[in-house]
């Protein structure tokens, strides 16, 4: 899949789940089970031990899929998990060497921002999508629509608490996307291997960010 196919994925599906558990075996049940509830992405987190690893099983595994990455330590880190297989890179926060580094290697990223000046910052060093982390802290759907009435060429996702309630708002307010953790991905499901409820709200999403749009994609 080309870096062209994975914006329009991630702009036509516009959910990201936000995989962040403490193994890769457990994070491999949770990717089985976003994808069977009918979301082909996933966001892998940093903090799994083994990430690359992962990423690669995870990319054999379900060719469908379209994994990305965390990257929060720089482009040492970034390069790892490309050449293990991840299709983007995002993070908590912006880092203009990550940006600019998968920018100019034709990479999708996603860097995360908060403020204005941050958001404008990402766009104009090449990111292809700023997630807005953590929207749901600082006003939610406001303040999506507030980034979106300045600046309606910038592609948003809003991530950081990200609700089963807020998500139409979110994407009625201008958001192209989410980025969702633990609101798709409970901690109870995932310690009990609990598949059939992640399954469920990874449809369920799908369903809000279709009505919101008005049943129809991007």
């Not at 976003?34 to 892998?44: D, K």
């Not at 060719?63 to 720089?74: D, K, N, Q, R």
């Not at 970034?78 to 991840?86: E, K, N, T, Y």
């Amino acid at each position: 899949m080309n870096a062209d196919e994975i914006r329009h994925q991630i702009r036509t599906v516009g959910v990201i789940p936000s995989i962040r558990v403490e193994s890769a075996e457990l994070a491999i049940f949770v990717a089985e089970h976003v994808l069977e509830g009918g979301i082909p992405i996933v966001e892998i987190a940093s903090t799994i031990p083994g990430s690359s690893q992962l990423i690669h099983d995870l990319t054999i595994r379900f060719p469908t899929l379209v994994v990305g990455s965390e990257v929060v330590a720089g482009i040492d880190e970034a390069q790892r998990q490309l050449d293990a297989g991840a299709m983007f890179v995002t993070g908590p926060g912006f880092n203009a060497t990550i940006v600019e580094f998968c920018a100019k290697n034709g990479i999708v990223v996603l860097p995360g921002a908060l403020t204005p000046t941050e958001v404008m910052s990402a766009h104009a060093a090449g990111a292809d999508f700023v997630k807005v982390f953590p929207c749901a802290q600082i006003g939610g759907e406001g303040y999506i629509r507030a980034l979106k009435a300045p600046l309606p060429h910038i592609q948003l996702i809003a991530a950081g608490g990200v609700t089963q309630s807020a998500a139409p708002r979110l994407i009625s307010a201008g958001a192209t996307a989410l980025g969702v953790g633990e609101d798709l991905i409970p901690r109870q499901a995932v310690r009990f291997k609990e598949g059939a409820w992640i399954r469920e709200l990874a449809s369920r999403f799908l369903k809000f960010v279709k009505q919101a749009r008005g049943g129809v994609g991007v």
